[in-house]
């Protein structure tokens, strides 16, 4: 079964920077399209930056110039580097495979991202 475990958040002042990793275990590694995703007190859950295979990347307007997302190893797929964090960045974070756009496997717990003003 394959799991999902987040990590890298925190409590961080406006314009600080995190880097959040997404490890995965119980799948052979393959290049495949990943990406993270927040939910936001009171919010729904939404696509923040994805990587496709090719290594294309889409982000949400909101963090475009701020959030680079990356590809890392066999067992950390995907990382997010956040960058001049707002306190509107504050969300739990959740990483997941794509397949046709939508997530693939059962989430992880997820790790909080606190931003302080």
């Known amino acids: 079964q394959v799991q999902l475990v987040e990590s890298g958040g925190g409590l961080v002042q406006a314009g600080g920077s995190l880097r959040l990793s997404c490890g995965v275990s119980?799948?052979?590694?393959?290049?495949?399209?990943w990406a993270w995703f927040r939910q936001g007190p009171g919010k729904q859950r939404e696509l923040v930056a994805s990587?496709?295979?090719?290594?294309?990347?889409n982000y949400t307007d909101s963090v475009k110039g701020r959030f680079t997302i990356s590809r890392d190893s066999a067992k950390n797929p995907v990382v997010l580097q956040m960058n001049s964090l707002k306190p509107e960045d504050t969300a739990v974070y959740y990483c997941?495979?794509?397949?046709?756009?939508?997530?693939?496997?059962?989430w992880g717990q997820g790790t909080q991202v606190t931003v302080s003003s």
């Open positions: 997941n495979r794509l397949i046709g756009g939508v997530p693939r496997y059962t």
């Open positions: 119980g799948v052979t590694f393959r290049i495949e399209t």
């Open positions: 990587i496709s295979r090719g290594g294309d990347t």
